[in-house]
């Protein structure tokens, strides 16, 4: 049975979606860009069925939660401290924790900087954020990959004007052409049409973006904690190279590869996923 909640962390408050035992142990799934909790239906009933507390919460800047103007709350030290504080207010010293894309971002960070908290940390297509400027050095077509990131940057509401447009249509495109055909079917898109709608969103979600390059975050260093790489091997804007430079930073770190599958490994491979993560989380 899900539940919803609001709980206030770090100086806002998140919406929230709670499944399974509340005696059970704590995972955190984090959604990444352009998704909110939604992303992670496939995953909640395995998680919660196996006896895990699972939250899901919709980040800073998207779905039904808080959405501060600016660059500096969305700085990653900021997103990072609004994990440690969730958890926190589940009463919890230690949890697990699974992210993806932006989410898997965060989650580097929060399993980096408390590895006294994190008890296991699963990332899906979302690099180590000490890789990034290395593995675009190396790879110079990972640089024509992340041109969007540069767009993003540019002040005035205009890529927020132009992501809405045509019923968000830059956005519903990004997906479908992304992803296999058929995964984001036309209600899900609905959803994620209505998330993307509410005041203040658009800005929200991109001051992510504004905030990595505007706001570098500094290194996180290592990752000590017993750690999983899920990736979707057809990513068409992370390439491997992203994987292997990740888990080169752990020190106890395993890539379970998808060869077909693409950034949208957790739709595409719902329940080998799931599988995944229960195994793993045990």
């Known amino acids: 049975m899900l539940r919803e909640t609001r709980v206030a962390v770090n100086g806002i408050a998140l919406h929230v979606v709670e499944a399974g035992p509340a005696d059970g142990p704590l995972v955190i799934l984090l959604h990444g860009f352009p998704e909110f909790s939604y992303g992670w239906r496939h995953q909640l009933g395995a998680l919660s069925a196996a006896g895990h507390r699972v939250v899901v919460p919709d980040q800073r800047g998207y779905g039904r939660s808080d959405k501060p103007d600016g660059i500096d709350p969305y700085r990653l030290s900021v997103l990072r401290d609004d994990v440690l504080a969730l958890a926190s207010s589940y009463g919890r010293d230690r949890f697990r924790l699974v992210g993806h894309d932006w989410g898997g971002i965060v989650a580097w960070a929060v399993a980096a900087a408390a590895p006294d908290r994190v008890e296991k940390l699963v990332v899906l297509n ?36 132009m992501l809405a447009a045509g019923d968000f249509w830059a956005l519903k495109t990004a997906l479908r052409r992304s992803s296999w055909p058929g995964t984001f079917r036309p209600d899900d898109l609905r959803l994620y049409r209505d998330a993307w709608a509410m005041p203040g969103a658009l800005p929200g979600m991109l001051g992510w973006y504004r905030a990595l390059i505007r706001r570098p975050p500094d290194p996180i260093g290592r990752v000590r904690v017993p750690t999983r790489v899920i990736w979707g091997m057809r990513d068409a804007a992370l390439g491997r190279g992203f994987a292997e430079a990740s888990l080169a930073l752990c020190d106890d770190g395993r890539l379970i590869p998808y060869d077909d599958a693409t950034h949208w490994v957790l739709h595409e491979e719902p329940k080998a996923v799931a599988a995944d993560l229960v195994a793993f989380l045990a």
Do not use: C, K, N
Not at 127 to 142: C, E, F, G, I
């Open 126 to 161: 979302a690099p180590h954020p000490d890789t990034r400027w290395a593995q675009v050095r190396r790879d110079p077509l990972q640089l024509l990959r992340s041109v969007y990131v540069a767009f993003f940057q540019i002040g005035g509401g205009v890529p927020e004007r």
